[in-house]
């Protein structure tokens, strides 16, 4: 078996895992992308030299060419189109090819029902700091994986950040704190960014605020053992700025509002998974 890795369907989830692979010393000559533009497909093998990225509107098989011979392939579109490639690509799997998919919504079930008889599959979950190699990735082994096939899956997936193995029932909840998460903290951002024009800073410095801001405490939150609650408190010195920050906050129910967020994405990855079927 070779080591190709093929991203089947690379928009920004794959296009992000590839990057965080492609940092963390994945050779660029075992790497082959498909997407449906020509356009898309030269972005991508101009950003990363030495792939391979083959648009469907130039070669309609570049789906199964790519995952002819691949050790691993991952499929990377929308959850609505990921079990038509399953059908696809199945005529090009060899038996030992291992499926993973990061699509939300899509259950281990609908993927090996897709697939030939057998055909090992993991379902992932990540998110798109994995470009930096500093994404969070969750895997949920199908019924045929094997635990070598696994290991070969997440000792890839180390490269694009955390790998963490989770039963499939919790993979709707893991996504609405880290799939989706990393939008939350960019929403964070931009209300940080607008309330600081609303008090009176020009906008370019107001967003550079909020990014570095951001971005600083992120790198914070990063170092072995950090905890936020602590975090939180050496900023918060008594009776200062920061306590009447945080005490509007809870007045104004913003964890009970983050809580709502995340409850409603899990429900909506629940309503997407029926609507497949
Ligand atoms: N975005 C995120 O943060 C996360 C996304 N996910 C999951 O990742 C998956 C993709 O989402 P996302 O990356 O945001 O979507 P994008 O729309 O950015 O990417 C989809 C890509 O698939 C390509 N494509 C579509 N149909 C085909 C096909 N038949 N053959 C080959 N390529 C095809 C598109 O090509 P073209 O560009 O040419 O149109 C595009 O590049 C979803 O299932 C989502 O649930 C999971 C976790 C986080
Ligand atoms: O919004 C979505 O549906 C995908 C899954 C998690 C992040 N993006």
Redesign the pocket.
């Known amino acids: 078996m070779s080591n190709r890795i093929a991203f089947?369907?690379?928009?920004?989830?794959?296009?992000?895992i590839l990057g965080g692979l492609l940092k963390a010393g994945t050779d660029p000559g075992d790497v082959v992308a498909?997407?449906?533009?020509a356009?898309?497909?030269s972005e991508l093998a101009g950003r990363y030299q030495g792939i391979t990225a083959i648009?469907?509107e130039e070669e309609p098989d570049?789906?199964r060419q790519a995952a002819k011979g691949s050790a691993v392939v991952i499929l990377?579109?929308?959850?609505v189109?990921?079990t038509?490639?399953a059908r696809?690509i199945s005529p090009a799997l060899s038996p030992d090819t291992v499926v993973v998919?990061?699509?939300?919504?899509?259950s281990i079930a609908q993927l090996e029902a897709a697939l030939p008889a057998g055909q090992p599959v993991i379902r992932t979950?990540?998110?798109?700091p994995a470009k930096l190699g500093r994404g969070v990735v969750s895997v949920s082994p199908g019924t045929h994986c094997t635990p070598e096939q696994l290991q070969l899956v997440k000792d890839i997936l180390r490269g694009a950040g955390t790998v963490v193995e989770v039963p499939e029932e919790q993979v709707d909840a893991l996504?609405a704190i880290s799939?989706?998460g990393?939008?939350y903290a960019f929403y964070l951002a931009e209300a940080m960014a607008n309330a600081g024009e609303e008090l009176g800073l020009d906008r370019e410095l107001s967003l550079l605020l909020a990014r570095e801001t951001v971005a600083g405490a992120g790198l914070m939150l990063a170092e072995p053992g950090a905890n936020p609650a602590a975090l939180r408190k050496a900023v918060t010195s008594p009776n200062g700025t920061t306590e009447r920050a945080i005490a509007t906050f809870d007045q104004q129910g913003i964890p009970a509002i983050i809580a709502a967020g995340a409850k409603a994405a899990a429900d909506r990855a629940a309503e997407i998974t029926k609507q497949l079927g």
């Open positions: 089947l369907g690379c928009g920004s989830m794959n296009e992000a498909t997407v449906r533009r356009e898309r497909a648009a469907g570049n789906n990377g579109v929308k959850p189109g990921i038509d490639l696809e998919s990061v699509a939300a919504a899509v979950m990540p998110n798109t996504s799939g989706s990393p939008a």
